[in-house]
């Protein structure tokens, strides 16, 4: 156990190996330098002694991998994500590396040691005017990864900006009839059945070859994403719920009979412009292709289906993602049933004052 020592000034110091750093001599050569980690007590008694030895003894005890994490955040984080490469989508890969390279300029060369709280909070806050708070929470999600593998014992409590409702568009029943009559006979029906009815997303849409189809059944076990280089590339989905098995009707079987191969030549983004193009032809508002899942959740909610089904079919991990970012998906129904509520209730009212004359 490190052992204090008494200051000319009465305090007590207790010092603690903590790692080497290289010094460069006059001749050129490079040595090793021990760094030691202090711990005071302003009490002269043998209270701050025992004190100031009980605080070297607990850091001493956790400080395994301290050499380590005496890399700058910067070089924490490029080591983070080097180190998952391999396991994390190359989407999720590039949107970490753009945030070291842009917003983290706070922390970029504070050593991972002396980070604090309010360096993390400064941060956040220098990167929260005009961003959305999604956003915010995403580089704050990259800080709090980094932190916790280098420096598990910080404990991080950063006001974050509150989450804001999306407010989509969510197509109706007369606008999937409208664009699967625009759409008949083009490169784009197949793609925009399999995510209206499916749903898929336009990535599963792209990826899917016929050799994962048997009969009615897809499974989805393949999504085409751009690695960080700008090309596309097959992987598995980013999550357990991702690999799945749908179900799909007669009609959409229909369209992909014949194919070999992948049943679309279209990457995701050629998808998503020739939607957008599509709606601006049709006079139809705008909304995202990804919104086609929107409308395939909200009409299976309507019919009834329980929402497990609903997670199962949609490749949804939890009810917590399907009520919290689909809820709006649900909108238009639940007004069509309040006013079918309002509609019964009126009717008793009527029938009501209608016996009292």
Same mark, same amino acid.
């Given at each position: 156990?490190?052992?204090?020592?008494?200051?000319?000034?009465g305090?007590?110091?207790?010092?603690v190996?903590?790692?080497?750093?290289?010094?460069?001599?006059?001749?050129g050569?490079?040595?090793k330098?021990?760094?030691?980690k202090?711990?005071?007590?302003?009490?002269?008694?043998?209270?701050?002694?025992?004190?100031a030895?009980?605080?070297?003894?607990?850091?001493?005890a956790?400080?395994?991998?301290t050499?380590?994490c005496r /890399?700058?955040?910067?070089? !924490?984080a490029?080591?983070y994500i $080097?180190?998952?490469?391999?396991?994390? +989508?190359?989407?999720? @890969? &590039?949107?970490?590396?753009?945030?070291?390279k842009?917003?983290?300029g706070?922390?970029?060369?504070?050593?991972i040691?002396?980070?604090?709280?309010?360096?993390?909070?400064?941060?956040?806050?220098?990167?929260?005017?005009?961003?959305s708070?999604?956003?915010?929470r995403?580089?704050?999600?990259?800080?709090?990864?980094?932190?916790?593998?280098?420096?598990?014992? /910080?404990?991080?409590?950063? !006001?974050?900006?509150?989450r804001? $409702?999306p407010?989509?568009?969510?197509? +109706?029943d007369?606008? @999937? &009839?409208?664009?699967?009559?625009?759409?008949r006979?083009?490169?784009?029906?197949?793609?925009?059945m399999?995510?209206?009815?499916?749903?898929?997303?336009?990535?599963?849409?792209a990826?899917?070859?016929?050799?994962?189809?048997?009969?009615n059944?897809v499974?989805?076990?393949?999504?085409?994403?751009?690695?960080?280089?700008?090309?596309?590339?097959?992987r598995?989905?980013?999550?357990y719920?991702?690999d799945?098995?749908?179900?799909?009707?007669?009609f959409?079987?229909?369209?992909?009979?014949?194919k070999?191969g992948r049943?679309?030549?279209?990457?995701?983004?050629?998808?998503?412009?020739?939607?957008?193009?599509?709606l601006?032809?049709?006079?139809?508002?705008?909304?995202r292709?990804?919104?086609?899942r929107?409308?395939s959740?909200?009409?299976?909610?309507?019919i009834g289906?329980?929402?497990?089904?609903?997670?199962?079919?949609?490749?949804?991990?939890?009810?917590g993602?399907?009520?919290?970012?689909?809820?709006h998906?649900?909108?238009?129904?639940?007004?069509?049933?309040?006013?079918?509520?309002?509609?019964?209730?009126?009717?008793?009212?009527?029938?009501?004052?209608?016996?009292?004359?």
């Amino acid at each position: 156990m490190p052992t204090a020592k008494k200051l000319p000034s009465g305090s007590w110091r207790c010092q603690v190996f903590s790692h080497y750093e290289e010094v460069k001599q006059s001749d050129g050569t490079i040595k090793k330098k021990r760094i030691y980690k202090s711990f005071t007590s302003d009490d002269p008694s043998r209270n701050g002694k025992k004190a100031a030895e009980l605080a070297a003894a607990q850091w001493a005890a956790t400080r395994k991998g301290t050499e380590e994490c005496r /890399m700058t955040f910067r070089e !924490a984080a490029e080591e983070y994500i $080097r180190s998952r490469e391999s396991v994390l +989508s190359p989407g999720t @890969i &590039k949107g970490y590396r753009a945030i070291v390279k842009n917003d983290i300029g706070a922390l970029e060369n504070i050593k991972i040691p002396d980070v604090k709280q309010t360096d993390i909070q400064k941060c956040i806050n220098e990167n929260s005017p005009g961003r959305s708070p999604k956003t915010v929470r995403n580089i704050h999600g990259l800080i709090s990864a980094v932190m916790k593998t280098y420096r598990p014992d /910080m404990a991080i409590y950063t !006001a974050l900006p509150q989450r804001s $409702r999306p407010n989509l568009y969510i197509p +109706s029943d007369d606008d @999937i &009839k409208t664009l699967l009559a625009a759409v008949r006979g083009t490169e784009m029906e197949l793609p925009v059945m399999l995510a209206a009815f499916g749903p898929m997303r336009r990535g599963e849409v792209a990826a899917l070859r016929t050799q994962n189809i048997q009969g009615n059944v897809v499974h989805v076990c393949e999504n085409m994403v751009m690695d960080e280089h700008g090309g596309w590339i097959i992987r598995h989905p980013k999550s357990y719920a991702g690999d799945r098995y749908i179900d799909y009707p007669d009609f959409v079987v229909d369209l992909w009979k014949g194919k070999t191969g992948r049943v679309t030549d279209l990457n995701p983004t050629m998808i998503t412009d020739r939607f957008i193009d599509l709606l601006k032809k049709i006079g139809l508002p705008h909304f995202r292709f990804h919104d086609l899942r929107h409308y395939s959740a909200s009409i299976q909610h309507a019919i009834g289906i329980p929402d497990v089904y609903i997670m199962q079919r949609g490749g949804w991990g939890n009810d917590g993602v399907l009520k919290s970012i689909y809820r709006h998906a649900m909108e238009q129904k639940e007004r069509e049933m309040n006013q079918k509520a309002n509609d019964y209730f009126y009717g008793i009212y009527a029938t009501r004052n209608a016996t009292r004359k």
